[in-house]
């Protein structure tokens, strides 16, 4: 089954794979692929990202929410974009996934070996995606270097929690959490700068976390 909102990308993907000998259902978007599927569960299932109503992860989604339904459906996304955390998430899902971008696919025979790899339980993932991935995770990384301490003072900062407040919640000094918080900053890599506010930066990173 396809899930693609261009008519034109859609029947030529028809084409190729009934050329290629697959029976195909095209389906128009993300709420269409998960009734096509709940009633008839295909080998595999093509979609973009960028989906109607909103254009924005519809089709990943729909296509993680498959992958809940179905264990272990294979779900092969072809789309020009790469949306980093359904992504990651996707990726990490199990055997038989694939994440090809639209505009690196340049050979026909490649593309339909690909969907067959991930419809035989493989996974076939582009290497801008891959780099676009290990990118978001390198950014994640300074987090790991915070204590458990620092961890809890960082939430409840993210709580929007003062450091009065966070000292009288974690039964410590003002004092003590001052140095939690300056060691926060520090491991996060944000200095002091007079266009920053490093207590919101701190804060934003541990919830792109």
Known sequence: MIAEDSALLREGLREILTRFGHEVRAVADGAGLLAAVDGQVPDVVVTDVR???DFRDEG?????????????????VLSQYVEQTYATELVHSGAG????????????????DALERV????????????????????ALVPLERLTAREREVLA???????????????????AA???????IFTKLGLP???????????????LRA
């Open 192 to 206: 002091v700068a007079a266009d920053d506010h490093r207590r919101v930066l701190a804060v934003l990173a541990y």
């Open 177 to 183: 959490v001052a140095k939690h918080v300056n060691g």
């Open 97 to 112: 996934v694939g994440y090809l971008l639209k505009n690196r696919v340049g050979d026909v025979t490649e593309f339909v």
């Open 156 to 174: 409840l900062m993210a709580e929007g929690r003062s450091n009065a407040a966070v000292a009288r919640r974690l039964d410590v000094s003002p």
């Open 119 to 138: 419809a035989g339980g493989g996974t076939v993932i582009d290497p801008d995606v891959v780099r676009h991935l290990l990118s978001r995770r390198r």
């Open 60 to 76: 990943l989604r729909a296509a993680l929410e498959l992958r809940r339904r179905h264990a272990r459906l294979p779900v092969l």
């Open 51 to 53: 989906m109607p109503p």
